[in-house]
């Protein structure tokens, strides 16, 4: 009886069946449970050993493929149930770095770090140091920890020594999110629940709603993923599958209202044109999913498009005039971290065409300018430019993914212009996906 006893631990301890057998026999424990007390909060418990397994096994389906699969539902997955708080994508982020880093340190999975690294840290450090000089620190102060937190994840991913099957595994976290992001949106949409008292869609659950053009942002990456996935079928029916997803997710884009985000899609399929060698195909693909589009496309998307000269940008010139006369002052160091409205509060009045004070900055490289000054633009145009040169040296097996990475970098830079997504998770995510790529097939940096 010992014997047997011995060999049935020993099986179950060393062996993958065993680890499985070990899982089925605690779920139907605490099923048991659950029905005998009739208390189902227990079924939650079911889950813990495989949330285990995955962390000590597969990290990139849990924790850090669930927090990239979330991202596009970032916005309404409060904790607290309120509009603001912690989210379950930044608790998944903070599970990611502690696994991710026993696992490095454990196995010995951590690589070296390049000097593309480096330029990111010096970009985020500075920015963290021009709260001593801010105008107002406390706004600086406040972005400490989303900043630590972001780059810590981000250095975390990128020094982890990870496997081809891996990668192919978050392309299509990615996908999952951002189509099933796109479906919610576009349901929301078709239900009347639209943002803040407009025709646009978004993520919007209950009093939660983020803003439909940083919705539309966090699509550029699952676009870009899904057009490279379609292209490698060889099945007709996956392809149109991935088609039908593209087309959902680009409509998902039109009615959000973002002309920034139409334009990041047009980007990108202009990329994967220039740059693919099935150029046929995709024109093909494009014209296609464009008809079919043009059917459901909403009115008021056309009206924005054609307002969009007439309004100047709602703004935006005056914003970018207002900013211009205040890098006079600001150009060397900046005004500090988070600190554009209150550098444009105070310059204006020096437009002739006068609108209003306290405006965001709508444009990644005017709000880096004036916030952080001519050393925080040239660190961010540094950092843009050593992750794009990850792909000067690849091999032919590899041009797919990186077609598929050059792409959303376009798409992520012409967004850029309408928005300041310095500190949103997807413009991290795309960084952390260059150097896992990177790292997947073990090439050396490019400094």
Known sequence: MNNFAAVIYKSAIFSKNGIWTMIGLFSALILGISIA??????????????VIYCCIEKPFIFPFGAYVLLIPFDSILSVTGSGAGTTVTKLLGIMTIAVLSLKGICEHKFTKPGSVIIWLLLL???GLLSGLWAIEPELALNLFPTAVGLLLLYFIVSLYQIEKNEFEMLKWCTLSG???ASLYATYKYFQNNL????????MIAGERAEDPNYFAYTLIIPISVCIHMMLKQNRVFSRILLGIALSVMIFSVIITGSRGGFIGVLLVMFAYVLLSKKRMNLIFIGIAILIVLLQFT?????????????????GRTHILYVGWKASEKYWLVGAGLNNFIKAFTEFAAYDPNFQDFDRGAHNLYLGTFLELGIIGITLLMLTLIKHYRLFNVRSASDSGDAIMLKAAFWGILATSF???????KSFWLLWMMFLMHKNSLNTPDVS
Request: glycine share 6%; no cysteine.
């Open 418 to 424: 309408f928005l300041d997504p310095m500190f949103r």
């Open 195 to 202: 943002y803040a008292f407009s025709e646009r869609a978004s």
């Open 178 to 180: 951002g189509f099933l």
């Open 37 to 50: 007390y009739e208390n189902w909060i227990y079924i939650g418990a079911m889950l813990v050993p495989l």
């Open 124 to 126: 985020i450090s500075y």
């Open 298 to 314: 909403p009115e008021f998307f056309i009206e924005r498009l054609r307002d969009a000269v007439e309004t100047k940008g709602i």
